[in-house]
């Protein structure tokens, strides 16, 4: 099972540019969000949609843009990189509804932005 | 406010100690409580997960967590360290439908030989 997959894994832009993290799962899963990770604090919700053509901004949603088309995909845009988003992104999915609650992660892109 | 508090940056235990990791919660409804391990370069693996029930929840690797609902925590804990068990460990607070989780801070495990 793929899971949750997460491209690129590694990622150096400057200042300026733009580029768009993908993620993709095959759990059919209604709920997908995006974290960001920084020393010291923990993940913070970027955004996260739950459904598609169903999207909402999360605790720093700043300079971030997603969509969700399909089920299967959402991905996440950087307009114009800046070094403050300099950091490990996290790609995460779940069920919508029902009791099952825990998100399943992707393994992470690293961004650095000169 | 919804919160996750993880009162220990790091940790270090020798193999075969026990461990306890401490996790304090603030959530204003009833809480569904997680953790998860992360190794170092890869992605958010569940160790656990407490929704309802025995308070005493069991998970991979040996690791065990029990919910206190009168003290706010759900701490984790393994009887006997192993030296693949250095990773860095983070709370988690959500809802059954709820459209967003809380996460720690996280707290580093290093494992001595």
């Known amino acids: 099972n793929a899971g949750v997959t997460q491209t690129p894994k590694f990622q150096v832009l400057k200042t300026g540019q733009s580029m768009t993290l993908q993620c993709a799962q095959d759990?059919?899963?209604?709920?997908m969000s995006w974290y960001r990770q920084d020393p010291g604090m923990g993940l913070r919700l970027i955004h996260y949609s739950v459904g598609a053509g169903i999207t909402d901004q999360g605790e720093v949603p700043n300079g971030y843009n997603v969509s969700r088309s399909t089920t299967e995909d959402f991905p996440l845009r950087l307009l114009s990189a800046a070094p403050s988003q300099t950091s490990v992104y996290f790609c995460?999915?779940?069920?919508?509804?029902?009791?099952?609650?825990?998100?399943?992660f992707g393994e992470g892109s690293r961004l650095t932005v000169l | 406010a919804q919160s996750v508090t993880q009162p220990d940056i790091h940790i270090t235990v020798s193999e075969g100690a026990s461990l306890e990791l401490r996790c304090n919660y603030s959530?204003?409804?009833?809480?569904?409580l997680f953790w998860y391990v992360q190794s170092p370069g890869q992605g958010l693996q569940l160790l656990l997960k407490y929704f309802s029930g025995d308070t005493l929840v069991q998970g991979i690797k040996g690791f065990e967590a029990e919910f206190k609902r009168s003290q706010s925590s759900f701490n984790l804990r393994k009887p006997s360290v192993h030296w693949s068990d250095a990773a860095e460990y983070f709370c988690?607070?959500?809802?059954?439908?709820?459209?967003?989780?809380?996460f720690g801070t996280g707290t580093s495990l290093t494992v001595i030989p």
């Open positions: 959530y204003g409804a009833t809480p569904y």
């Open positions: 759990m059919n899963h209604e709920y």
């Open positions: 995460a999915s779940r069920y919508w509804g029902g009791n099952t609650g825990e998100l399943f």
């Open positions: 988690a607070v959500g809802a059954n439908t709820g459209n967003q989780f809380y």
